[in-house]
């Protein structure tokens, strides 16, 4: 079956560092990945859908300054949170589509604190 | 722009007896997919139900919806709920190549 791994499942960052997660479909080749956040009581937000060979689009209020994303194949996307702050904790989610299908295949997830 | 909206934040119900969880949305697409993903305890969401069909009702595990384009809804319910239900429940509706997620409703259900 199609499955989605995230790395690493936990992080803490220390206030103004970066850190980098990453998607990894497998049993599949996921022909768009798209990466969400949850923070802390609040739902899931779209903050890009990354396709190969095309550019990366970003939802308002997330930029590829502050979010940039690598997708060099097909099962594996990586995003990196850059200069991260109190507000971008939050459990960050990777959906992968397979096929034609809207349907998204999601990954459990990266937890990230910041201190 | 679009949004899902979800009313309940927490239902508690006792086993067998029935469940329904309001979705309701707003697009400005006429053909709007509908989802609902369930995630239990440190699981990631799964999908549960699909619609992008006009009053047609869909059925998994024993829940089911219909997508009512009239009304902006796709409820989910389930006639007599288990223990094992027990867990987030996420509408959604396909937002460009993605989705967009309702705030989710937790469901709690006991002995």
């Known amino acids: 079956g199609a499955l989605v791994y995230q790395y690493p499942r936990r992080t803490i960052c220390k206030s103004g560092t970066s850190m980098r997660m990453e998607c990894q479909a497998v049993g599949f080749q996921a022909t768009s990945v798209a990466w969400y956040r949850q923070s802390p009581q609040k739902t899931f937000e779209l903050i890009a859908l990354?396709?190969?060979?095309?550019?990366?689009?970003?939802e308002q209020n997330f930029t590829q300054e502050k979010f940039p994303i690598s997708h060099p194949n097909l099962s594996f996307s990586s995003m990196t949170v850059l200069n991260a702050y109190l507000e971008d904790r939050g459990l960050y989610l990777c959906?992968?589509?397979?096929?034609?299908?809207?349907?998204?295949?999601f990954g459990p997830g990266t937890r990230l604190t910041v201190l | 722009g679009d949004s899902v909206t979800q009313t309940e934040g927490l239902v508690t119900l006792t086993e067998g007896l029935p469940v329904m969880l309001n979705c309701t949305y707003q697009?400005?697409?006429?053909?709007?997919?509908l989802f609902w993903y369930v995630q239990h305890l440190n699981e990631s969401p799964r999908l549960l139900l699909k619609?992008?069909?006009?009053?047609k009702r869909t059925e998994h595990q024993g829940f089911h919806a219909t997508l009512h384009k009239s009304s902006s809804s796709f409820h989910l319910q389930k006639s007599s709920a288990q223990l094992s239900d027990s867990a987030l429940y996420y509408c959604a509706l396909k937002y460009a190549q993605g989705l967009t997620f309702g705030l989710g409703t937790r469901v709690s259900v006991f002995p």
């Open positions: 697009t400005i697409y006429s053909n709007p997919f």
């Open positions: 990354s396709t190969v060979n095309s550019a990366i689009k970003y």
């Open positions: 619609s992008f069909t006009d009053n």
């Open positions: 959906g992968a589509r397979l096929g034609s299908s809207y349907e998204q295949y």
